[in-house]
């Protein structure tokens, strides 16, 4: 028997799951680990279901499901079994790297379909995982042209997700328009936060004892967006400067990597400026 | 409105999930946060289920439920909201006092009704906090005649847990027997495990890096039985065989007060020999 | 054969180890345990010496010691085996009582004199301990008197340490530079940080996956000063605002414990706004 | 000014320290982070020295730190600054690929030799890093004439270190005690560890909520030897076997690559059956 995977999110009411189980039973699958959870501020209802059975109708379910649910539901049936991904970046090859290597022995949970970098370094390690690597310059062009050009690129592939891994270029607002819900960001940060200039620098100063990453959904303003995953790692009095982004960069390698997987598996959603992570 | 918690566990089969939500809306309760899982194999099905709405009641519900629920049902419409727990000691105080703090503070989740132990050590400190202490001597009688004692203590209160908090005797099969499923036990281990006597030492003298800790039912042999809650924490080579043993019990206090947490708030079933835990 | 420790600071030049080790080796100590730290820009040299070996002139060692040492040195030679705590608390009973209890049972490897509250509210807890506990109501008086009567208090017992276990005010300069290098805080953080009313409400807004907590020593804001422990604990979509509190009341006990440990082995060094911790 | 690194071990005696820092000092040099250990069981003395200053005669530090200590002792100045490695793998890739990654962006702080597998899997992703591949077949020859051919091509490179990433061929005494000192294996394990066929099903089957690994030096018996790093990973109740085995890679994949950093930065000394490391 094989597996059937049904995401389904919408207004709450009293009844959906009683509504939702029905149907699926009708089809004569078997759930076999579901979670449902109701975002009570927003009044938004999010299930996940994994079932066992044959499935001749999947577009039938799909039908039936979206007839009775409430207003500004969404149903996935099955989403795309190997989704596919744009990386972008700049010159930092390590968030990269994770992922082309899983790529190669898929074990990614997606494929990776193109490498878009503002400079050409990565280039050639790209190429090694036969992976198509554009370079987009951002020198002698408008803002506008440039991310005009990216943005061909990644119409060209259609992916599922765009990944900035240290792209570290600011996305204009209508960039991250266009691709709302696909783009996933991944930054350090320290506790407290250190703004302005070089916050390494300062929490080097301050002699922080730990350093996080987040990988986000990105909406209007680079690091902010619906969070993730979030990990820490601890560092001491012995880290300089370069030690500390050196595991700051191992802690966000690890913490993009659980995003991932976690996307792949569709068990993210988002409700407002949440996530809802099934895990 | 008030909240409300169903907890299901039964023999698996299609349509479960639908005809436990019908029932479920019936009464008008909204599904807030839903857990369902299917142990395949095991063909068993366990489901915790959080609503909203007024309940007025609940036993119409339970009998409903058992009545279309297939063979070996279990279901618990909001299971006590104070459970009540008896533990046992022997002298080590680490897990005990941390109990005994929660529950003066009101943030156990549970209620102590007494405290066991086969020595007298632990009296004083557990009589600030107005709970009785039971010395049961295992010296001088047999130990069918000592864990008599022990079974008359318990079965006085009646008590949803007993919590082996460092309880450092083995319970005879017929104890285990007659208080199945609410025998808490923890112990601390190692990577890889050390058998025969002084595991610490053998510890000490192989240089782990880690000291690992066990929250579990107690099945027939103290050290075995499904396992709730598991963590470690690291040790290095300046530690000697007194460090190690206090780190191990950190370790063991916070897993065993995160698996106690588990417990009342009724998020661990259990299926054979593992457990399902909604966290 | 004793232990004995020995903790040295002073400006930093070359030659220092082996000045102190040979002054040490004179003394007939067999040094078994020793970390040395230079923190380079601030020239300021560190070092905490575990030695093996009879010392019946500690005072001559340190005066020897004290002679050759560059400017602004200061040498500690097993200093007070037991250290001596006062406890600042508001209405939060979480670390006072991990505090407490450790006390009690002689595992904190330091003695608490005494618990100074600005509410009463934990006065039955604490005297359960016979720790004498002080209520020094910060209404109807100006901020000048209530201190001063806080600080007779402090001055009666000259404690070592002095820790704000979850004091709700912030001290006025002159009672950090009164107490300077003695005075202790926790408290929680996010990451990203968020300023401003009701952080925990923001938090849950954002849906942050982790809650940090640091201790650190205070200086002239309460929030700043040489951080000695920073950890973090997982939370997730379904904690609502409360669990969140709870979580960071769990890790800010952990990581208060955590420092207190550390400053009672006299593993910490402040330099400049940073810590020295020799693990 | 240059940075100089002094490893020393030798047996204990009272003023070591003393003797060593006199003769570092006689050479201008400045420590500026020491750590010295004594292992008491052992009556052996370790220290890792870091200075700051020119050294042009590294040798006669050398010859003059050998004259003075004790015996049985090994000292090393400035060990080679890039270690270099030969890798043994069978068929899973995960360690490896990280490996050569890091080797390929000069972030190993090491530089891979060869790789030696003993099937042909992993040479096409071996060589796009263009680090030469050795398939050396366990099939149709004597032990003995296979681990020759293994020795011939270790002995070709004269590595530091041997890593076994998961090499899964147990190598006979006489190649352990060939490579004394430079094999270094990974190997994941569970609490409590599950002897016999197939563990990972066993692990299953009592529902583990922990996988651990270690990076051990390899001694007599594949899994035994000087632990150098464990580290575990949370598994829960929905993972299935092959799950846990995907879990139980990525925590080999960061345990053997926390344990080459060690190495590398010579952190990492061997007392009896223990490591020392200077973390």
New interface residues.
């Given amino acids: 028997m094989k597996d059937t995977l049904i995401l389904i999110e919408c207004d ?11 149907i ?2 009708k089809h ?14 927003a009044a938004r209802f999010f ?1 996940r279901i994994e079932c ?2 044959d499935l001749p109708h999947p577009d039938m379910l799909k039908e039936e499901l979206y007839d009775l649910l409430p207003s500004a539901s969404r149903v996935l049936i099955n989403p795309s079994t190997l989704k596919r991904i744009v990386v972008m970046v700049t010159k930092e ?1 390590h968030c990269l ?2 992922i082309l ?1 899983r790529d ?2 898929n ?1 990614l949970g997606a494929k990776v379909d193109a490498v878009i970098g503002n400079y050409d370094d990565l280039r050639i ?1 790209t190429e ?2 036969n992976v198509p690597y554009y370079f987009i310059d951002h020198y002698n062009q408008s803002k506008e042209d440039y991310e005009e050009e990216i943005a061909k690129v990644i119409d060209l592939y259609q992916p599922d997700y765009i990944i900035l891994a240290k792209y570290m270029r600011i996305l204009s607002p209508e960039m991250v328009e266009r691709f709302q819900g696909k783009l996933i960001n991944i930054h350090h ?5 250190f703004v302005g200039a070089n916050p390494y620098r300062q929490a080097f ?6 350093i ?1 990453a ?1 990988a986000h959904f990105v909406t209007d303003d680079l ?1 902010e967006g ?7 790692i601890p560092v ?3 880290f300089n400067v370069i030690d500390k982004v ?1 595991s700051g960069k191992e802690i966000e390698k ?1 913490v993009l990597s659980k995003a991932l997987q976690l996307l792949v598996e569709d068990r993210v959603f988002v409700s ?6 099934f ?1």
């Fill in positions: 709450d009411q009293v009844g959906l799951v009683a509504l939702i189980a029905k699926v039973a004569q699958l078997n759930i076999t680990a579901m979670r449902e959870f109701v975002d009570q501020t299930a066992k059975g090859h790297a994770d290597v190669f022995f074990t390690f090694k995982f940060s320290f506790l407290p936060a100063e301050r002699g922080v004892k730990l996080g987040t690091d619906p969070i993730i995953v979030q990990q820490t001491n009095h012995t050196k690890a407002g400026n949440k996530t809802i992570v895990e």
